[in-house]
Every structure is written in structure tokens, then in C-alpha cells.
């Protein structure tokens, strides 16, 4: 019962749990009436006034607003469109996906502590400064189309997660489509841009510093009941050099191990150098095999640590498109392989130096973890808000576009016509698109 109580999920669980009874009494007990809170959901809003004229001094520079606005729109459709094809390409390999790999309800949400891949403290640091900047250049667009903003605040949800501007519904209805649409745009382009700040910070300063401390084959992990397990052999541990019958092997490029171990035998020694924790040790182990292998067995997972941290560059392979998009998509979803946040063993085989030498490496190594998390939550955010499904930002932006369109080349078309074909087509891009998200979590479980 202690260990269920202990649990990191039941806990997450409870309190949340906890929190929306508690929105449900103040609902229904009306007690926040009068009171600059407000609830939308399960979500607490605390309005403000304060923060107005920050916004007024923000969107000054009218001329760069306005080309940064028509160049949120350009960004926009790109992305919208972009991303509509990945969904739909993604669809047709669902099929292809066996059951017991099927992504589950909570891997589509990006929630901090409900989708297994997205660190809790990490994930809501990323989502507050994601939630603060769109919010925050939706209210700067605001302003430069002289639209009046009603409130702006905080976001709770247990804590708080985020900002949001509200501007005037009535004034947005009537407003120029075009700067609507700037408006609308603002919000995922700015989670873009923020991204890519954030991403080439993490890859030329933290990456960059990141150097190894010692040059070998850094162990990420020991099987049981073999002879590194027996030789007390441990992740982040780095094994320098190998001595095999009579012969040393310096382990200074990212084949020697593997190609040393395939020329060894079964019942024979290995002398293994290793660094660990600022020493450096000896070991002298036997080898077995497995499964009638010819080879020897000595029980480790390893990385090369010359080469170990290219997989957090976006750039890895850039002689080619293909190259390219493969590294990017590596680098994308380092969450979903386990390889980020960086965690031990990992953290062990490198160590600051160049302009981070001087920060302890707890520190270098949490705030290169936020820098990552805050790239990909912003990225997620703008990805996902730049779709063209109403309610999100794209929706909105497809829908002033489509509306645009017809009044332009298709003149003799009633308003009133025009207006529900609008409607009626953005409703059915919504739907498509929630289709095919809900595609990735039922079809495999069908076919």
C-alpha cells in the first residue's frame, strides 16, 4: 500500500483529481464572483490590468509588427499545409504499426506527467514560456490593429502554466482580415522562432562545450549474470583500452571495440583499462559466450564518446536532403528514444569546457535540458496551433485565407453563400484532422 501511495502517477493522479473538485465548488458555489478569477474548465484565469502598457510600449514599432505579421502568415500555411501531408502520410503506415506498439491516448497529449515522454518539471517549464510568448504576440497584433484588450493573466492549472491575452471579441469579429490573420498567425510563428533560438543555443553552446572525459567506449549498460556484471563493471564507466592476447587496442574511433571483440574467444582474459569518476582502473575479466557464439561475451552496452553527443545536433548528416531530414527527425524525437532529458550514464562521459568550463556540471547539464525542452514544447506548440482546424490559430487563419480567396475570384458569389461554404469547409478539415489523429491510436489496434 506504501509503495501505490509513493507512486510518482497516483500522486499526479491525486492531486489533480484533487484540483478539479476544487474548481467544481468554486463553480457551483459561484464563490469567484467579483474576483479577478474566472474559471474555463478545469482551468483557474486570474485577469489582470497590469501588463497593458508593457504590450502598447511592445507593439510600438508598427512598420516591423506589420512585415512581421504578413511573414507570420506566410510561415503559417507553410507550416499548416506542411504538417497536413505528414499527418497524412503518417496515416498510411499506421497499418503497419503491430498492436503492442501502438501509441496509447496519453503519448497524443502534451501534458507534463501524463504523456510518458515529456518530463514534468522540464515540460512545464517549456509549456509556460510557450504559453507566455504566444499569448504575448497575439496581444502585440492585437494592438497594432487598434483592437482593445480586455485582460491578460496566468493560467493555472494546480500551477501555474501559462498566459493568455484576451482581446475584444467584438472588435475581432469586424476586424480587417489581414490583420486578423496577423493576429491569428502570430502565435506558432512566435513558438518557431522561440524554438530555433532555443535549439541552436543548446547544439553551439551546450553541445559544443560538452566534451568527453576520457576518449573510449562509455558503458550505458551491463547484463546480468555475464562477466562485466561479475567484474563489477558499471554505466559510466568509460573503457579507454583493451588488452587481448598480448595485444593493446586504443579505443579511438567508434569501430576498434566492436571489431576487437569479434576476433576474441570464449574462456580467454581481457585487460581492460577504464576511467571512472577521475580515476583510472584496471579490470581482469574472462569471457564466456552466448548461444554457441564463436566470440567472446563480456556483457556490455556502450557509446563511443568521441561520437556519442552527434545525435543532438539537427545537422548531423547534411550532405544530402534525405541526410538531413533524417537527422532532424533523430533530433526531434530524442524524447521518444530516451535520449533526452540527458540523464546518467550519459551525463557521465562528458564535462563542461570552452565558455561553460567554469558552471558545475548539475548545473550545465539542467539548463542544457532546458534549453531542449523549451525547443521542443515551442515547437510542438507552433506545429500543432498552425493546423487548419478551428479553434487553433491556423483554423482561423485558413478561414479568413478561404473566405479572401472566393470574395477575390469568385465575385459574383453571395456573401451569405460564401459564408457557409467557409464554415462549412473548416469544420471539415477540423474533423479530417482529428480523424487522423484518432487514426494513429485506432488503427493499429484494428488491422
Known amino acids: 500500500m506504501s509503495s501505490i501511495l509513493l507512486n510518482p502517477l497516483f500522486i499526479f493522479v491525486l492531486v489533480i483529481s484533487i484540483w478539479i473538485i476544487i474548481m467544481y465548488v468554486l463553480h457551483k458555489k459561484k464563490i469567484l464572483e467579483g474576483t479577478p478569477f474566472a474559471l474555463s474548465g478545469p482551468f483557474l484565469l486570474w485577469k489582470t490590468e497590469r501588463g497593458k502598457r508593457f504590450i502598447d510600449w511592445l507593439s510600438r514599432p508598427k512598420r516591423f509588427w506589420k512585415i512581421y505579421g504578413d511573414f507570420s502568415i506566410v510561415l503559417t500555411l507553410i507550416i499548416m499545409f506542411t504538417f497536413l501531408v505528414v499527418l497524412i502520410w503518417v496515416a498510411t503506415l499506421v497499418m503497419n504499426i503491430p498492436e503492442g506498439r501502438a501509441p496509447r491516448p496519453e503519448m497524443i497529449l502534451g501534458i507534463p506527467g501524463l504523456n510518458p515522454f515529456i518530463p514534468i518539471w522540464y515540460g512545464i517549464l517549456g509549456l509556460v514560456i510557450a504559453m507566455v510568448v504566444h499569448e504575448f504576440s497575439h496581444g502585440v497584433l492585437t494592438r497594432l490593429a487598434k483592437a482593445k484588450i480586455e485582460s491578460l493573466g496566468v493560467v493555472l492549472f494546480v500551477l501555474p502554466i501559462g498566459a493568455f ?40 553552446v551546450f553541445v559544443d562545450s560538452a566534451q568527453p572525459k576520457a576518449i573510449g567506449n562509455g558503458i550505458i549498460g551491463v547484463i546480468s549474470e555475464t562477466p562485466a556484471a561479475n567484474a563489477s563493471l558499471e554505466p559510466g564507466m568509460i573503457i579507454t583500452s583493451v588488452e587481448y592476447n598480448g595485444s593493446v587496442t586504443i579505443l579511438n574511433n567508434s569501430t576498434a571495440f566492436g571489431l576487437l571483440m569479434l576476433t576474441t574467444e570464449p574462456g580467454r582474459n581481457v585487460s581492460l583499462t577504464i576511467f571512472h569518476n577521475g580515476q583510472v582502473l584496471e579490470r581482469e575479466v574472462e569471457l564466456t559466450s552466448r548461444d554457441n557464439q564463436t566470440q567472446g561475451l563480456l556483457g556490455v552496452y556502450t557509446i563511443y564518446t568521441g561520437t556519442g553527443k552527434q545525435i543532438y545536433y539537427p545537422t548531423l548528416y547534411p550532405d544530402s536532403l534525405e541526410d538531413t531530414m533524417y537527422s532532424l527527425l533523430v533530433y526531434i524525437t530524442l524524447p521518444i ?12 562521459f ?79 478539415l477540423a474533423f479530417f484532422i482529428l480523424a487522423l489523429i484518432l487514426w494513429q491510436l485506432i488503427g493499429p489496434r484494428i488491422f
Open 165 to 204: 491575452v484576451e482581446p475584444n471579441e467584438e472588435e475581432l469579429t469586424v476586424m480587417n482580415k489581414r490583420k486578423r490573420s496577423r493576429l491569428f498567425a502570430a502565435g506558432p510563428t512566435t513558438n518557431i522562432i522561440v524554438a530555433l533560438i532555443c535549439s541552436l543555443i543548446f547544439t553551439q
Open 337 to 348: 528514444r530516451g535520449l533526452s532529458p540527458i540523464e546518467k550514464p550519459y551525463t557521465d
Open 350 to 428: 562528458y564535462q563542461p569546457e570552452g565558455i561553460m568550463a567554469g558552471l558545475p556540471e548539475p548545473a550545465f547539464w539542467v539548463l542544457a535540458n532546458s534549453f531542449y525542452w523549451v525547443f521542443w514544447i515551442n515547437l510542438m506548440l507552433g506545429l500543432t496551433n498552425a493546423l487548419p482546424a478551428v479553434p487553433l490559430d491556423g483554423g482561423y487563419v485558413f478561414r479568413d485565407g478561404l473566405d479572401t480567396f472566393l470574395s477575390r475570384f469568385k465575385k459574383d458569389m453571395k456573401p451569405e453563400r460564401r459564408e457557409i461554404i467557409v464554415r462549412n469547409v473548416s469544420y471539415f
